[in-house]
């Protein structure tokens, strides 16, 4: 068993920054698979991105690449998304996920057994 706590969410304006944190407590490995998911109103759940102590490479969404960054501290056993050059289209709650690797690269949605309660973020023009 596994809690995540997210925090850092918040309102800013565009081109501004935010710094989520996930505080993970309970059994998560290394090699479990963490990850950043948000959901607007309106729209599906959809991947921000996601790490591995079994890949090497993280993975971004598309939409957030070279503005996010997403990473690991083992010691606190905390997950952080760094977010830069916010903008309006960015503004939706935003979970903390984590669960045992059953594909290859934690890229499935029962990947993520644990979830957090989500954190809004709301970006204005």
């Known amino acids: 068993q596994a809690q995540l706590v997210e925090t850092g969410g918040g309102s800013v304006q565009a081109g501004g920054s935010l710094r989520l944190s996930c505080a993970a407590s309970?059994?998560?490995?290394?090699?479990?698979?963490m990850g950043w998911f948000r959901q607007a109103p309106g729209k599906e759940r959809e991947v921000v991105a996601r790490?591995?102590?079994?890949?090497?490479?993280?993975f971004y969404a598309e939409s957030v690449k070279g503005r996010f960054t997403i990473s690991r501290d083992y010691a606190r056993n905390t997950l952080y998304l760094q977010m830069n050059s916010l903008k309006p289209e960015d503004t939706a709650m935003y979970y903390c996920a984590a669960g045992r690797p059953r594909s290859a690269y934690c890229h499935e949605p029962y990947d993520y057994t644990y979830w957090g309660q989500g954190t809004q973020v709301t970006v204005s023009s």
């Open positions: 309970g059994t998560i490995f290394s090699s479990d698979c």
């Open positions: 790490i591995s102590g079994l890949v090497v490479t993280p």
